[in-house]
């Protein structure tokens, strides 16, 4: 989707570790003619990329929320990352009475192929979590949720407090980016402890529906029935079950 007008276009926030995919991000945001601002752990010479020592996407959001022009209305979440498709249905959807709009992502290969299977469905009913590669929200609800705490899952705290706050959210299908994650069920088990702990640490800092807690706190004990998938569900189980013991034990890292 390209922008004729500039009134209209949406706002980017880009947190990037190091410059790797920082050359495509750019290229695509461009051509997308929208602005932008990426928050980068490395010192890149150009003009929409700001240096900002790597401290977690929270704290790189939270430094480029206080950038944000005075006439932005709509604000997007991207992670550097990724490619983005459809993304004028996302746009629709916050146009059509929604305040937060949380995108698919798609994967091609590797155990979260199987993952969004079952996760999709599930959160097209209950917002479980978010997924942070793509988020695109009024600007006043990006405002109304700052600063971010320190949150290894940023993406389902800003969602979390979101509809604390009595926003609406919308899981949108339509539009959906691309990018690779783990290749193999070590991988995916260390991943899978990551985010699960993020969950368990924005649960910490938010009051989301009380169906979302309770899915999280009975989630330990359904862990299991996770390894009826197979060698990747086993995966999911190892991580679901480490990051429990972390967060009961409060080893809480808010970076990786």
């Known amino acids: ?80 990352d990724t490619k983005i498709f459809n993304f004028e249905n996302a746009l629709s959807d916050l146009n059509s009475g929604v305040d937060l709009v949380y995108c698919r992502v798609q994967v091609n290969s590797g155990p979260q192929v199987k993952f969004y299977q079952l996760l999709n469905p599930l959160r097209s009913k209950f917002h479980l979590a978010a997924s942070g590669e793509l988020m695109v929200m009024r600007k006043e609800v990006l405002k109304a949720v700052l600063p ?26 339509k539009t959906y980016i691309t990018t690779e994650r783990t290749s193999n069920q070590q991988e995916e088990a260390a991943y899978k402890r990551r985010t699960t702990l993020g969950i368990y640490q924005a649960l910490n800092y938010s009051k989301p529906p009380p169906i979302i807690r309770v899915f999280y706190l009975v989630l330990p004990l359904l862990a299991p029935l996770l390894s009826l998938e197979g060698k990747d569900g086993k995966a999911w189980m190892i991580g679901i079950n480490r990051a429990f013991k972390d967060y009961i034990t409060k080893k809480n890292p808010t970076k990786f």
């Open 148 to 173: 971010l705490p320190p949150c290894l899952s940023e993406d389902s705290y800003i969602l979390f407090r979101t509809l604390e706050l009595g926003y609406r959210a919308h899981f949108c299908t």
């Open 1 to 80: 989707m390209k922008f004729s007008s500039y009134d209209d276009r949406p706002f980017f926030i880009v947190p990037a570790r190091n410059r790797k995919f920082l050359d495509e991000k750019i290229a695509e945001l461009e051509e997308m003619n929208v602005p932008f601002l990426i928050v980068c752990g490395e010192k890149v010479d150009h003009p929409n990329v700001m240096y900002h020592e790597n401290a977690g996407k929270w704290e790189a959001i939270n430094f480029a929320a206080s950038f944000l022009p005075k006439d932005v209305n709509v604000v997007v979440l991207n992670d550097v």
